[in-house]
Structure formats: C-alpha cells, structure tokens
C-alpha cells in the first residue's frame, strides 16, 4: 500500500512543489487487507533548497505502530 501510495504521490509535479516545500499530511485509509490505517505522506528538499525533492509515505496501523508500518521513497528530480 505505501507503493501504491507513492505511486499517486509522485504525479504531483516539481513545479506544482516547489512553493509549498515542506508539506506533508496524513488521512485514515483500509488497507487491501481491509484494515484501518493511517498514511503520511511528506515532501522535503532532498539536499539543498530548490533542488530535488524527496517524497516519503508510511502506511501504519495508529500513532502506537508508527514504527511497524512500511514506508516508501522516491525523489522527484529537478527539472532541468
């Protein structure tokens, strides 16, 4: 699920980005399992302010199994 999910967050665009870094939120979804879950998403700078942008998500059952749940990454490049 937190592929799936960084999979959607990733069609968001640098540009579209770039004003609004740092973001991130976080929703109650059920998991393909039917569980319920919580998932975070959040975009930072990779390095340096202005240039690639590190997208991560984690997918976990509650605030008490943060730590158990699966998480994703992937960096969306800057264009050039």
């Known amino acids: ?17 770039r004003g609004i870094i740092p973001w991130g939120d976080t929703f109650e979804g059920i998991s393909p399992a039917g569980r319920y879950v919580e998932v975070e998403r959040s975009y930072i700078w990779a ?7 590190l997208c991560e998500v984690a997918v976990y059952g509650g605030p008490s199994r943060y730590d158990h749940g699966a998480r ?9």
């Open 1 to 17: 699920m937190a592929r799936d999910e960084l999979s959607r967050a990733l069609t968001l665009r640098w540009q579209d980005l």
């Open 47 to 53: 390095a340096e302010e202005g240039g690639d942008i």
């Open 72 to 80: 994703a990454s992937a960096t969306i490049p800057r264009p050039a």
